[in-house]
């Protein structure tokens, strides 16, 4: 198989152009075209004012492939294509007489569970939640009616955090093994659209990724494996730095030497207990900051000028960067073009904020997260948990300024800038439900944090016209960025520095940020305890 790279059509091409593109880039008869797919496609609009074409990258099979390789030795973008196929590493014996668990059915438990099913290890997962229908009602009956269920809301149940967000599926890890092409191809099967597996920034929003986590989840069973809705892990079960099992609200104890810990980023009495039970646990840097909501016609005209609105870009997205006076790093995080925010907490009395969008990115606003990192050795000092202390500190307080009734504290970004308190909404609504209570957010964030968006805001404005109008909204407060502790493991087993046969995994762990980089790190992890599992086996 060859592959084509930086092969660049025009953006109205018609779907035939593609072939005679690729016909007359190698130099061979249409006949000699046996098929071909698209691997890539991407479009460029860093100009936008310029013309914007799309870019491919094509994998082909054709008549005399070798031949066609000798010809362009020396042109670095036609090469022999990689095989992405993904090749399980293990199958489990028919005997086998132990099943791994899996805690948390996010992206990474999911995944770690998918995988470990597919190899024939039949595991067993608790989720602390409800199952995706039931659990959408309850997130709906807080964003609608101020109703608060602790254990299924926007961070706990099926399809974890990464359910309520835009659905990205895209990231900066490194993935030689191409694992990354194996979640894509998961998704698909599941019924996500195929265009995931060759657009740039793919994506399959909310309401489509409840019935693709569903449809996986129904493989996993229709394979062995077990899923246990609602089911809590309240302790853990260690013998002599060895994992032996958990223990769940209800009292009843599983046993097993093999826990893959798919906490999610928001699972804090989890951490308090692993920490209380030894496993080693370190604080990490995050980020905090407020979620940004401005007109998407005002960003597809910033970022694509005479292109916005086209059908084939769809709404455009953003990135942006500053360094502030102070030292601090600001930066737009988890970017949803016509989206939402949404209520994201998921203990009483506390506010959090996330941003969402659905498959069609259709709604008025975008948003993203204006945060600034924080690190524990300067900001949050006093043990592995202070990250966790310090969040729940600051989403308390949140809860106070926005009326202490889960509306979120919001302020005009003018007046934000100013140092004035807001008192009434401009041109932009702000999509925050339950509701958006207008004042002050100097006091909703430390001041180093408030002093860094203050002067990096105009910045974006110069970057983006009309980034920092009067009228934008900035809500309150994002504090769950990633995780605010590391469940550290060794590099190569992938199990707990201190605590064999636990294998912390994902967001909560420290090692993911995001659906796609979560579900990699499930599949390397199912395959590290599938690897352990059949050696323990031969060593018995």
């Given at each position: 198989m060859?592959?084509?790279?930086?092969?660049?059509?025009p953006?109205?091409?018609?779907?035939?152009?593609?072939?005679t593109?690729?016909?007359?880039?190698?130099?061979?008869?249409d006949?000699?075209l046996?098929?071909?797919?698209?691997?890539k496609?991407?479009y460029?609009?860093?100009?936008?004012?310029?013309?914007i074409?799309?870019?491919y990258?094509?994998?082909?099979q054709?008549?005399n492939e070798?031949?066609?390789?000798?010809r362009f030795?020396?042109?670095?973008?036609i090469r022999?294509?990689?095989?992405?196929?993904?090749?399980?590493?293990?199958?489990?014996?028919?005997?086998?007489?132990e099943?791994?668990i899996?805690?948390?059915?996010?992206?990474?438990?999911?995944?770690?569970?998918l995988t470990?099913a597919?190899?024939?290890?039949?595991p067993?997962?608790?989720?602390?939640?409800k199952d995706?229908?039931r659990?959408?009602k309850?997130?709906?009956?807080?964003?609608?009616?101020k109703?608060?269920?602790?254990?299924s809301?926007?961070?706990?149940?099926?399809?974890?955090?990464?359910l309520?967000?835009?659905?990205?599926?895209?990231?900066?890890?490194?993935?030689?093994?191409?694992?990354g092409r194996k979640v894509?191809h998961?998704?698909v099967?599941?019924g996500?659209p195929e265009?995931i597996?060759?657009?740039s920034?793919?994506?399959i929003?909310?309401?489509?990724?409840t019935?693709?986590?569903?449809?996986?989840?129904?493989?996993i069973?229709s394979?062995g494996?077990?899923?246990?809705?609602?089911?809590?892990?309240t302790?853990?079960?260690?013998d002599?730095?060895?994992?032996?099992?958990?223990?769940l609200a209800?009292?009843?104890?599983?046993?097993?030497?093999?826990?893959?810990?798919?906490?999610g980023?928001?699972?804090?009495?989890?951490?308090?207990?692993?920490?209380?039970r030894g496993v080693y646990?370190e604080?990490k840097?995050?980020?905090?900051?407020?979620r940004?909501?401005?007109?998407?016609?005002?960003?597809?005209?910033?970022?694509l000028?005479?292109?916005?609105?086209?059908?084939?870009l769809?709404?455009?997205d953003?990135k942006?960067?500053?360094?502030?006076?102070n030292g601090r790093?600001?930066?737009s995080f988890?970017?949803?073009?016509?989206g939402?925010?949404v209520a994201?907490?998921?203990?009483?009395n506390?506010?959090v904020t996330?941003?969402?969008?659905?498959?069609?990115?259709n709604?008025?606003?975008?948003?993203?997260?204006?945060?600034?990192?924080?690190?524990?050795?300067?900001?949050?000092?006093?043990g592995?948990?202070?990250?966790?202390?310090?969040?729940?500190?600051?989403?308390?307080h949140?809860?106070?300024?926005?009326?202490?009734d889960y509306?979120?504290?919001g302020?005009?970004?003018?007046?934000f800038?100013?140092?004035k308190?807001?008192?009434?909404?401009g041109e932009?609504e702000p999509?925050?439900?339950?509701?958006?209570l207008?004042?002050?957010?100097?006091s909703s964030?430390?001041?180093?944090?408030?002093?860094?968006?203050r002067?990096?805001?105009p910045e974006?404005?110069?970057?983006?016209r009309?980034?920092?109008?009067?009228d934008a909204i900035?809500?309150?407060?994002?504090?769950?960025?990633?995780?605010p502790?590391?469940i550290?493991?060794?590099?190569?087993?992938?199990?707990?520095l201190?605590?064999?046969?636990?294998?912390?995994?994902?967001?909560?762990?420290?090692?993911?940020?995001?659906?796609?980089?979560?579900?990699?790190?499930g599949?390397?992890?199912?395959?590290?305890?599938?690897?352990?599992?059949?050696a323990?086996?031969?060593?018995?």
């Amino acid at each position: 198989m060859i592959r084509i790279t930086e092969l660049q059509l025009p953006l109205d091409h018609p779907a035939e152009a593609l072939r005679t593109a690729i016909v007359k880039r190698l130099k061979i008869k249409d006949t000699d075209l046996l098929d071909f797919t698209v691997f890539k496609r991407s479009y460029d609009a860093r100009k936008k004012n310029s013309e914007i074409t799309f870019v491919y990258i094509i994998d082909l099979q054709a008549n005399n492939e070798e031949k066609i390789l000798s010809r362009f030795a020396d042109d670095n973008n036609i090469r022999t294509a990689p095989d992405t196929n993904y090749y399980p590493v293990a199958e489990a014996p028919a005997d086998l007489n132990e099943r791994p668990i899996v805690i948390g059915f996010g992206p990474c438990g999911l995944f770690a569970a998918l995988t470990l099913a597919q190899m024939g290890f039949k595991p067993i997962v608790l989720e602390r939640g409800k199952d995706v229908r039931r659990r959408t009602k309850d997130t709906w009956a807080l964003w609608r009616n101020k109703v608060l269920t602790p254990e299924s809301n926007v961070q706990f149940g099926e399809g974890g955090a990464g359910l309520f967000s835009d659905g990205k599926l895209y990231s900066q890890i490194k993935d030689p093994k191409f694992y990354g092409r194996k979640v894509m191809h998961e998704f698909v099967r599941a019924g996500a659209p195929e265009e995931i597996m060759y657009v740039s920034k793919p994506h399959i929003g909310t309401f489509r990724l409840t019935g693709v986590v569903a449809a996986m989840r129904e493989e996993i069973k229709s394979l062995g494996g077990e899923v246990r809705f609602e089911s809590k892990v309240t302790d853990f079960v260690i013998d002599n730095g060895r994992i032996e099992g958990v223990t769940l609200a209800d009292g009843e104890t599983l046993r097993s030497r093999y826990v893959v810990l798919a906490l999610g980023h928001s699972s804090r009495d989890t951490f308090r207990k692993l920490h209380e039970r030894g496993v080693y646990v370190e604080a990490k840097p995050f980020a905090v900051g407020f979620r940004i909501e401005h007109p998407q016609s005002l960003i597809d005209h910033a970022r694509l000028g005479k292109y916005a609105g086209h059908p084939e870009l769809g709404a455009a997205d953003y990135k942006v960067v500053y360094h502030a006076k102070n030292g601090r790093a600001v930066y737009s995080f988890c970017m949803c073009p016509g989206g939402t925010v949404v209520a994201a907490t998921s203990e009483p009395n506390r506010v959090v904020t996330n941003g969402m969008s659905q498959y069609s990115r259709n709604e008025r606003n975008a948003n993203s997260g204006i945060v600034v990192g924080i690190n524990p050795e300067d900001d949050f000092p006093g043990g592995p948990l202070a990250g966790v202390e310090l969040q729940e500190k600051l989403e308390s307080h949140a809860f106070e300024l926005g009326g202490k009734d889960y509306c979120a504290p919001g302020q005009l970004v003018g007046d934000f800038i100013r140092g004035k308190a807001s008192t009434e909404f401009g041109e932009v609504e702000p999509s925050y439900k339950p509701g958006v209570l207008l004042g002050d957010l100097a006091s909703s964030l430390p001041d180093y944090v408030i002093e860094a968006i203050r002067e990096a805001l105009p910045e974006f404005g110069k970057q983006i016209r009309g980034f920092d109008r009067d009228d934008a909204i900035l809500t309150g407060i994002e504090t769950r960025t990633s995780s605010p502790v590391r469940i550290t493991r060794e590099h190569e087993s992938l199990q707990s520095l201190n605590t064999r046969g636990l294998y912390p995994a994902g967001e909560g762990a420290g090692y993911a940020g995001g659906i796609l980089s979560a579900g990699v790190d499930g599949i390397k992890v199912a395959e590290a305890v599938a690897k352990a599992m059949l050696a323990d086996l031969q060593g018995q």
